[in-house]
C-alpha cells in the first residue's frame, strides 16, 4: 500500500486550531487574507524555483506550439500570457503567475543584429532548468541562435539542451505525404523511411552543435486545419528527453488524471489544483518564512474559488459542508506540519517537515479534485453521495502523494 494511502492513521492527532468544521468553511467561503499571511504566500512563492524551459529560437520557428502543446493551452492564452522580463525575453508562467509551477522563457531578440545573451543569462542565472533550441528542419540560417547558444552554454555547460527540430513537413516531397508511423527518429536516429531531402537538412543542422552535448528531438506540432495526423507528432519523444534530463515528473502532473470525468472544466481545473497544492506542501514544509495552518487555509480557499470561477458555479457553504463531512474532518486536522516532528522525532527535522508537505499538498490536491467532481455532477444535475465523495477524495489524495513527493522534498 502507498504510504499516501493510509491517510486516516493521521486523522485527530494533530492540535488543530481549525479542527471545528465550520470554522475552516468560513475561513474558506469568505477568506480573510491579512497582509501577513499575503506575506507569507509571497515568500513561499519566491522560495519556489520554478523550472524554466527557456526557448531559443527564430521566430516563426515553433517556440508557440511546444508551449501549446506541452501544457494544452490555446494560442490566445500564450499569447496573451506572455510579460516581458527582461528587454529582449518575454515570459510564460503557467498555468498563470500565482500558481505556476512551470515557466516558459521566450527569447524574443534573436532575430535583431548584434543581439547580446548576457542579459537574458543573467535573469536566468538561478532559475533556467532546460533550454530548448527550436529549429525548422528546413531552416539552415541558424548563426543569431547558434551564437546565442554559445553563449549560454560557455556559461552554464551543465545547463541540459534540447534541439527540437521542427515542421518536419515542410521537408516532405508533397503535400500528400502523412507522418511517418511508427515514429521514425527513436533513439536519436533517422530512419532511411524518412525523406532524402530532410534527411539530409536533419543531419545537416546536427553538425551545427559539434561539441556541445545536445539531445535533438524531430517533432511537428501542428494545428487541426493543418491536416496532419497526428497533430502532436514527436511529443512522446519530447517528453522523453525532457523527462530524462529533468526527472521532475513533470508530464504526469500537466496531463492529470481524467479518468471517467472527461470534460473542459476538469482539465482546465487541473493545472491551478497542481499549482495551490504545491504552495500548501511548501507552506506546511519550508521552516522559514514562519507559514501557519492559517497560510495553508488561505492557499485552499484560493483552490476553492478558483475551481468555482472555472466551474461557473458558487462555491456554498453546503458544497464545501457536503466534502468535509464525506472526507471527515480529521483529515485537516493531519495538515499541521510542524506538529508532525512530534510524531515522527526519529525521521529528523527535515524527513518529518517532508512528510508534512507532501501530506498537506495531497489533502490540497484532493480536495480540489473532489470539488471538481462535486461541481461536475451538480452540473449534471445527478445527485452526490458520501461514499462516491470519499471515494474520489481516497483516489486523488494517493494520487497526489506520489504527483507532487518530488517537488515537494525538494524543496525542504
Known sequence: MSKFTNWKSWSGKISNPFSNTSAYIDKIIKPQVDKAAEDKIKAIHERLPVPVFWLLGKTQSGKSSIIRTLTGSSAAEIGNGFKPCTRTAMLFDFPDAETAFLRFLDTRGLSEKGYDASEDMKWCEQQAHLVIVVIKAMDHQQESVLSALKQVHKAHPKWPII?????????????????????????????E???????????????YFAGIAATFVPLDFTL???????????????????????PLGLRAMLEGHIGAINDVY?????????????????????????????????IQSKLFHSIAHVYGLPLTKQSIREIISAVGMGVLAGMGGRELLKLIPAYGQTVALSVAGVYTAAVTYALGKTLCFYFSKTQQGKALQADKLREVFNAEFARGGELLRNSIKKQV
Request: hydrophobic letters at 45%; proline letters at 9%; glycine letters at 8%.
Open 163 to 191: 534541439v527540437a527540430q521542427t515542421a518536419l513537413h515542410e521537408g516532405y516531397p508533397g503535400r500528400a505525404m502523412a507522418h511517418i508511423q511508427p515514429y521514425p527518429f527513436a533513439d536519436g536516429r533517422i530512419s
Open 193 to 207: 523511411s524518412v525523406p532524402a531531402d530532410l534527411r539530409c537538412s536533419l543531419l545537416k543542422q546536427r553538425e
Open 224 to 246: 487541426p486545419e493543418d491536416d496532419y495526423a497526428p497533430a502532436d507528432y514527436g511529443l512522446d519523444a519530447l517528453w522523453d528527453a525532457i523527462e530524462l534530463v529533468l
Open 266 to 298: 476538469w482539465q482546465a481545473a487541473h493545472p491551478h489544483i497542481i499549482g495551490y497544492a504545491i504552495s500548501a506542501g511548501l507552506a506546511a514544509a519550508i521552516p522559514v518564512p514562519a507559514a501557519s495552518l492559517g497560510t495553508v487555509v488561505a
